[in-house]
């Protein structure tokens, strides 16, 4: 068993709170956790009572106050709402599923025969099972060249469709928005662009209204002597 690439560690981001797949039960659940988490949290009375609405000295705690209601707010989401599924890692079916396969046979094999300490089918079990993590740890460590090599055999063989499927998926929902057009940052502005290219599209046009009036009275004669 070999395998190439880089053994760098790949980092993963942490999958994020998914609101769109939480049921009834689930916020219900939320509700009822951040109410305790919440009920924790010490109210600061000294700043609900200073009198002066300019104060700088109680920044601090106030700053204090806000993260725990954040933290908690975050902290019983966590542990109450459903989390965005994992994409599925590319090369996982290809390589690691066969040594994942095999090790669960000679795991299963080794129950059978009692779970010996010792022995052939003991070691063919370890062997298989520390082939198995090892082939995980590779692909989960080379997703840019392993997604890179698939993207390369698919282009070649002029598979074009699935090319375009594997850049999909490499990207995901990911859309990408201008910061700068023509000059002009931020959305606004850039909305105010859009708006005048169209105004002068639509404008750049000129017609009589006289002549619409005639074109479409010949193109209703034409209808009824030809329909």
Same mark, same amino acid.
């Given at each position: 068993?070999?395998?190439?690439?880089?053994?760098? =560690?790949?980092?993963?981001?942490?999958?994020?709170?998914?609101?769109?797949?939480?049921?009834?039960?689930?916020?219900?659940?939320?509700?009822?956790?951040?109410?305790?988490?919440?009920? #924790?949290?010490?109210?600061?009375?000294?700043?609900?009572?200073? =009198?002066?609405?300019?104060?700088?000295?109680?920044?601090?705690?106030?700053?204090?106050?806000?993260?725990?209601?954040?933290?908690?707010?975050?902290?019983?989401?966590?542990?109450?709402? =459903?989390?965005?599924?994992?994409?599925?890692?590319?090369?996982?079916?290809?390589?690691?599923?066969?040594?994942?396969?095999?090790?669960?046979?000679?795991?299963? !094999?080794?129950?059978?025969?009692?779970? =010996?300490?010792?022995?052939?089918?003991?070691?063919?079990?370890?062997?298989?099972?520390?082939?198995?993590?090892?082939?995980?740890?590779?692909?989960?460590?080379?997703?840019?060249? !392993?997604?890179?090599?698939?993207?390369?055999?698919?282009?070649?063989?002029?598979?074009?469709?699935?090319?375009?499927?594997?850049?999909?998926?490499?990207?995901?929902?990911?859309?990408?928005?201008?910061?700068?057009?023509?000059?002009?940052?931020?959305? &606004?502005?850039?909305? &105010?662009?859009?708006?005048?290219?169209?105004?002068?599209?639509?404008? #750049?046009?000129?017609?009589?209204?006289?002549?619409?009036?005639?074109?479409?009275?010949?193109?209703?004669?034409?209808?009824?002597?030809?329909?």
């Amino acid at each position: 068993m070999s395998f190439h690439y880089s053994n760098e =560690p790949r980092v993963h981001p942490v999958c994020k709170i998914s609101w769109r797949r939480a049921t009834d039960h689930n916020i219900v659940s939320y509700k009822e956790r951040l109410r305790v988490k919440l009920n #924790s949290i010490v109210l600061p009375r000294k700043v609900l009572l200073c =009198p002066d609405l300019d104060c700088s000295s109680h920044s601090t705690e106030i700053d204090t106050y806000y993260g725990r209601l954040i933290d908690a707010m975050k902290s019983a989401a966590s542990e109450c709402i =459903p989390r965005q599924r994992k994409k599925a890692l590319a090369g996982w079916s290809e390589v690691v599923t066969p040594y994942r396969n095999k090790s669960i046979f000679w795991n299963k !094999i080794w129950i059978e025969n009692g779970m =010996p300490e010792v022995g052939l089918i003991r070691d063919i079990r370890q062997s298989t099972k520390k082939d198995y993590k090892h082939a995980a740890k590779w692909v989960i460590r080379n997703q840019d060249n !392993i997604t890179a090599d698939r993207m390369t055999t698919k282009l070649h063989s002029d598979m074009n469709r699935e090319f375009w499927d594997e850049v999909k998926r490499v990207r995901g929902n990911a859309k990408d928005c201008a910061g700068v057009i023509d000059d002009a940052v931020g959305e &606004d502005a850039i909305c &105010d662009v859009f708006a005048s290219k169209y105004e002068e599209l639509y404008s #750049s046009v000129s017609f009589n209204a006289d002549d619409m009036v005639e074109l479409r009275r010949d193109v209703d004669i034409d209808i009824r002597s030809k329909c």
